[in-house]
């Protein structure tokens, strides 16, 4: 009792030929099907080449396209060959001139013989399988498929609108339940036999011939009528990437390959010269006898397809580069943005980086240099304090500056004196964290030794400034985290807003007392505002600031530490 | 895109064959070894002037990555070049004293190559100073990833150019023949580039690295581009527009995924600034025959002057394709 191989080749020959004198040096008949488009040079060549081999035959050729019957039909010819000649086979195996056997054949009929009458076929209904190509699942089998979806798309894709729009429907043979699964089986004796010599056999072909991949699921669900022990898997190693197409393995994935104690992978690129001969290599080893493992590679080509379908969060590079909303992660990691704080707090800057742990940088955006943490000339990822650099693509610079410094949260202040241009970016994403004190800009104002004149347009200017970007950040697109506060409300009651933004930063940091940073002076600033009004502006942004100076309740907190909890 | 812009770029595209045929014509075969051009094989074409000692490396590193015929045009060299290739078994080669700016800056000197012994194979368009880098290319040779592309039913490979220099001035190591140039210019800006889409062709427009650091940090927008699309399964209508940065038809520069994932992809490594460079530029200032009155050029020189290092703090070593593509400069894609 052995195992036997139907292969079916369509290109690399030389490959498939030393496969499959791999497996007849071993005892197992070979019956090898070869595409018909092969030109007959290529044929006899492989066919002399293997006439040595008593167990190897050729079984009669047929033309094969991709998606139809064809393939059906070199399957059962094989098949039909492999029973009627070689009356020793118990289970046929079958490969593709492109499958590789990774353990020694003794193995495999080891394991085969541990289960005589198992039937290895991965069978499950349309209902079960996510993997259908083209949005054609379970239709593949009520609709008729007389077109190549390869070369005749328009035909093939009208035909099947039509179908859908006259709701016209096939009658599925009776006693059919229809399954998909891989080609790639290894079917016992018995029920291989019940499938071919069928006497509804005729009914069946005539069904399938107008079936849509009829190779995934002819013996697929004729299996289920015949079989009493069907295993539903595939003994083979054979993964799919987004595209329906196989993972092809190459020379580095040799270490995987031989850790997943799976008895034959597909696809193998042809020229993957370490592969083959690490493999065909007649193993003698006696390693033990384990089951298939194939998870790791699975969870290898399982992040190929996510990269490929979902990419890195926060990465806009070369060949990737979405399309507005499609971004999953604007940025690559949370950040947070403060406007007006230090403004209001001497030397906030430091203070935050030694309350939050994080790197907390000056007015990014400002419009005479990037004001990088420490004032350096450039920073992670060789980004430039250049302001010419940074205008040059906003946004860009914001993204890349998240992206450079994944694992470490970056904060940067933000007012209505620097660049615009990234109000939109930061408030549809949700890792920004935007805490805005409005009207802040007002104190180096009120400060500043300039005319009168001068702070009154330029507080107009800067306070429409800052309105627009409250109304971006009030937007109903919002999906940052924004607290905006008037000045005079910040001020009345300054630490629980900074506590719940430092809480927010580093959550681990809860039982620690924090520090109250040191406000500047205010003394005068009401009496400022008033001027404002008084020469035509109507400061907006500050709320209510009394006139005279007393009732600063925020005096007080500079004085002692303020615990929470 | 309406009817007439497509119009357009079918236009475009048709001038710019015709120009080809009209560039060819100074063309001069000086060693025609097209013959030995097997069906499947990798070409690469190449314009070059007066690279001599970058040649033996440049061949050497695109051999063993499995490019099997180099397609090069020689511009009036005066250092050897020209003879060196000739003897080359691998090289056919022509050689023209044409103006390289009047034939674009060699593209259509290319194109007319690429029209005649390209079609069906797959080709890559690189300079000497270019080194492809892909994933797995440690393992995998270059026939893996077009035979993979070809699978995927994928006609064009995208490869940023990443400029490549070397710690301290530019001229501190000189750089001997046949050395691997990244063992003095391994150094690399990892995340300072700044994209846009350019609508017409939709291809991306890639800016930034050390030359827009050091030499283009008040004139952004005219930093160079360092978007290319330097392999292509090539069609005899195809045509490079303006360098490898764009191509007609325009589906192939499509080579970036916009609904959030990433498409396969790989850097150009520019091995631009070794002592060589220095040289060069005095050399191209004074030929202008570059892009936009070499502009680019004139800031080198203007900048030169002052023996800048490009190299700061955090500028990144270069290991590997592995390390490239963790910095997202380059992608796996679904390629694994």
């Known amino acids: 009792m052995t195992v036997g191989f139907i292969m079916l080749c369509h290109t690399a020959l030389h490959r498939a030929e030393q496969v499959a004198r791999h497996w007849a040096v071993q005892g197992c008949p ?38 139809t019957f064809s393939l059906v039909e070199a399957m059962q010819a094989a098949s039909a060959m492999i029973l009627r000649e070689f009356p020793k086979v118990r289970h046929v195996y079958a490969a593709s001139g492109s499958c590789m056997p990774l353990r020694p054949v003794e193995e495999l009929r080891a394991y085969l013989q541990e289960r005589p009458h198992t039937d290895f076929i991965e069978s499950v209904t349309t209902a079960d399988v996510a993997w259908t190509a083209g949005g054609i699942s379970y239709e593949r089998f009520v609709l008729r498929f007389p077109f190549s979806w390869r070369r005749q798309r328009w ?22 339940v229809p399954h998909l ?54 003994l083979t190693l054979s ?109 906030f800057e430091t203070w935050l980086g030694k309350m939050a742990g994080s790197r907390v940088h000056g007015h990014l955006y400002a419009p005479d240099r990037v004001e990088f943490a420490g004032g350096d000339p450039v920073f992670n990822g060789a980004l430039s304090a250049s302001p010419a650099l940074r205008d040059h693509n906003p946004n860009a610079f914001l993204t890349n500056l998240t992206w450079n410094t994944r694992g470490e949260r970056q904060c940067f202040q933000f007012g209505p004196r620097d660049n615009q241009e990234i109000s939109w970016l930061i408030a549809g994403d949700p890792n920004a964290q935007v805490s805005v004190i409005t009207g802040a800009w007002a104190l180096p104002l009120f400060r500043a030794n300039i005319d009168f004149g001068e702070k ?110 | 895109m309406n009817i007439i812009e497509k119009y357009g770029l079918r236009l475009s595209r048709k001038r710019a064959r015709l120009r080809a045929y009209r560039k060819g014509l100074q063309l001069r075969s000086v060693a025609d070894r097209t013959a030995r051009i097997g069906g499947r094989d990798i070409l690469a074409f190449t314009t070059l002037r007066n690279e001599r000692l970058r040649l033996p490396y440049f061949l050497n590193y695109y051999r063993d990555l499995g490019v099997n015929h180099f397609l090069m045009v020689d511009n009036a060299s005066e250092d050897g070049s020209r003879e060196y290739l000739a003897e080359q078994p ?16 060699g593209v259509d000197w290319l194109n007319r190559l690429q029209m005649r012994h390209g079609h ?95 030499f283009f940090a008040d004139e952004p927008a005219k930093a160079p581009a360092l978007n290319k699309i330097p392999l292509v399964k090539w069609h005899r209508r195809y045509a490079y527009v303006s360098s490898t940065h764009t191509l007609l038809p325009r589906g192939l520069n499509h080579v970036y995924d ?74 796996k894609g679904n390629w694994a």
């Not at chain 2, 691998?90 to 800056?105: C, E, I, M, P, Q």
């Open chain 1, 155 to 176: 035909l093939f894709d009208r035909w099947v609108d039509l179908q859908r729009l006259f709701a016209m429907r096939r009658k599925l043979p009776e006693g059919i």
């Open chain 2, 90 to 105: 691998d090289v056919s080669l022509w050689s023209t004293t044409g103006s390289y700016k009047r034939a674009r800056f």
């Open chain 1, 456 to 565: 009154r347009r330029a507080a107009a200017r800067l306070q429409q400034i800052e309105t627009e970007h409250v109304q971006v950040l009030r937007s109903p697109h919002v999906k940052a985290r924004v607290r905006i506060w008037s000045l005079a409300d910040f001020v009345a009651a300054p630490m629980e807003p900074l506590q719940q933004v430092l809480d927010e930063i580093t959550p681990r940091a809860l039982h620690r007392p924090i520090v109250a940073p040191r406000m500047v002076d205010l003394s005068g600033f009401g009496q400022f505002l008033q001027n404002l009004r008084n020469q035509g502006m109507q400061p907006t942004l500050m709320g209510e600031f009394p006139l005279n100076d007393e009732p600063f309740p925020a005096l007080p907190v500079r004085r002692r530490p303020y615990l929470v909890k």
């Open chain 2, 120 to 214: 069906g194979h797959w080709c890559l368009t690189v300079d000497p100073d270019e080194f492809l880098v892909y994933p797995f290319c440690d393992t995998r040779p270059l026939p893996a990833l077009t035979d993979w592309l070809e699978a995927s039913a994928l006609r064009s490979f995208g490869a940023m150019l990443l400029d490549m220099y070397p710690k301290g001035p530019i001229d501190a190591h000189p750089y001997r023949e046949g050395q691997d140039p990244f063992e003095i210019a391994c150094w690399f800006d990892s995340g300072n580039y700044t994209i846009q889409r350019n609508p017409r062709f939709d291809n991306l427009w890639i800016q930034g690295g050390p030359r827009a650091r050091v």
């Open chain 1, 30 to 67: 070979v019956v090898i099907h070869v595409d018909r488009s092969v030109s007959q040079a290529g044929y006899a060549r492989m066919v002399e080449n293997l006439a040595p081999f008593e167990n190897v035959r050729f079984c009669a050729r047929y033309r094969c396209e991709w998606g």
């Open chain 2, 258 to 331: 916009v609904w959030g994932g990433e498409k396969t992809s790989g850097c150009l490594l520019h091995a631009k600034f070794l002592h060589t460079f220095v040289e060069k530029s005095a050399e191209e200032l004074e030929r202008r025959e570059h892009y936009a009155g070499s502009r680019e050029y004139l800031a080198y020189d203007r900048a030169l002057k002052e023996n800048p290092d490009l190299w700061c703090e955090w500028s990144e070593k270069y290991i590997n394709w592995r390390q490239l593509e963790l910095l997202g400069l380059m992608s």
């Open chain 1, 239 to 347: 993964k799919f990437d987004f595209q329906g197409k196989p993972h092809v393995f190459y020379d580095d994935h040799l270490q995987l390959l031989r850790r997943s104690d799976c008895f034959v992978a597909r696809k193998i690129w042809p020229r993957a010269d370490k592969l083959y001969r690490h493999f065909l290599l007649r193993e003698t080893g006696t390693r033990p006898r384990a089951e298939p493992n194939p998870g790791k590679i699975d969870r290898l080509f399982a992040k190929a397809i996510e990269q490929r379908t979902r990419g890195r969060a926060g990465l806009y590079m070369q060949s990737r580069f979405p399309n507005p909303g499609w971004e999953n992660g604007r940025t690559a990691a949370p950040y947070s943005v403060f406007e007006g704080f230090s403004e209001l707090f001497e030397d």
């Open chain 1, 181 to 234: 699964g891989s080609q790639w089986w290894c079917l016992t004796r018995q029920t291989l036999s019940a499938i071919l010599q069928d006497p509804r056999r005729r009914i069946y072909d005539d069904y399938f011939r107008y079936v849509w991949i009829p190779d995934e699921s002819y013996f697929q669900t004729l299996a289920r009528l015949y079989s009493n022990d069907i295993e539903s898997r595939s």
